[in-house]
């Protein structure tokens, strides 16, 4: 079998912060927005930290750093909405990523939106938005594992997708 990534016992002791950044951006990942219905307004954030966790009730995990504004804001609010990008949203998720220097409210200002459920903005143009109500939060480490139970779905539902890789956006 071809062995991808040659490592060294060595390497995979000294395996946190850079070196695992290293590894972590040879991964290709889907890209979304999560939002909120905050206290304090509209709030959300880019993130690829995102994995469906079982089928049956339908559940869902987002991994988001504990500084995060969207993470007080969803554990206020009670519920969250994952909306999974598609390729014409590279600069939507720059703005969400707090790249293009706006927070909270204004960084819906470029986009359409709507709610289903849980009253988490739902953008329009969604390949996909899983609305969840937050059920339980994980604290590991410097993030907060957040499980929602999808309880609407939206999105078009056609269209390429953006993936994540190398510290770039492509579409697949
Ligand atoms: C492609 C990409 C993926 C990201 N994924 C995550 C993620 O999964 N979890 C996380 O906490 N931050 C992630 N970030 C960083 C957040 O988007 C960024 O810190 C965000 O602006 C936090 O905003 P807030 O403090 O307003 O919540 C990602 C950034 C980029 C560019």
């Not at 040659?6 to 395996?15: F, H, K, L, T, Y």
Request: proline content about 4%.
């Amino acid at each position: 079998m071809t062995k991808l990534v040659q490592a060294e016992p060595r390497d995979m002791v000294a395996s946190g912060g850079p070196a695992f950044r290293q590894a972590m951006a040879q991964v290709a990942s889907a890209v979304h927005v999560v939002t909120t219905q905050g206290p304090a307004g509209r709030a959300g954030m880019t993130a690829t930290s995102v994995a469906p966790v079982s089928d049956d009730p339908p559940t869902m995990l987002v991994c988001i750093e504990a500084a995060s504004r969207t993470l007080a804001a969803i554990e206020a609010s009670g519920a969250f909405c994952i909306n999974t990008l598609g390729d014409q949203s590279i600069e939507l998720a720059e703005i969400f990523a707090r790249r293009r220097n706006l927070e909270g409210e204004a960084r819906f200002a470029t986009a359409d939106w709507i709610t289903l459920a849980t009253g988490a903005p739902v953008l329009a143009d969604a390949l996909v938005a899983f609305d969840c109500r937050l059920i339980d939060v994980k604290h590991v480490a410097t993030h907060r594992i957040l499980i929602g139970e999808v309880v609407a779905m939206g999105g078009v539902g056609t269209g390429a997708g953006l993936v994540y890789r190398r510290r770039g956006f492509s579409s697949v």
